[in-house]
């Protein structure tokens, strides 16, 4: 059974910083790409930041500049670092990865519980 399990929501203030954190556990034969998405309510969910195995990062457009997705392989960890945060950063943040468990071949992508993010003096 693999899963992904978030941490690091939370309420800041705009301007502030937050740090999510998503851990990838059980059986887990390889890691590709991680990424982090985002949703509020009644809207899709859009992608935020993606870490593709070779290295490669994507951003929104929206959060260029202000957030850093970064992975710790040993870990099996991806991390959002956000930066000047604003209002409209207000969301559910969702991790996601592609995983290949542990006997197959064939990797499958996987989501995390999601986190709240509220950014509100």
């Known amino acids: 059974q693999v899963q992904l399990v978030e941490s690091g929501g939370g309420l800041v203030q705009p301007g502030g910083s937050l740090r999510l954190s998503c851990v990838a556990s059980?059986?887990?034969?390889?890691?590709?790409?991680m990424a982090w998405y985002r949703q509020v309510p009644g809207k899709q969910r859009d992608l935020v930041a993606a870490?593709?195995?070779?290295?490669?990062?994507n951003y929104a457009e929206s959060v260029k500049g202000r957030f850093t997705i970064s992975r710790d392989t040993a870990k099996k960890s991806v991390y959002l670092h956000m930066n000047s945060l604003k209002p409209e950063d207000t969301a559910v943040y969702f991790c996601?990865?592609?995983?290949?468990?542990?006997?197959?071949?064939?990797?499958?992508?996987?989501w995390g519980q999601g986190t709240q993010v509220t950014v509100s003096s």
């Open positions: 996601n990865a592609d995983i290949v468990p542990r006997d197959y071949y064939n990797a499958r992508i996987y």
């Open positions: 059980g059986s887990i034969k390889s890691i590709r790409d």
């Open positions: 870490i593709f195995s070779d290295g490669r990062r």
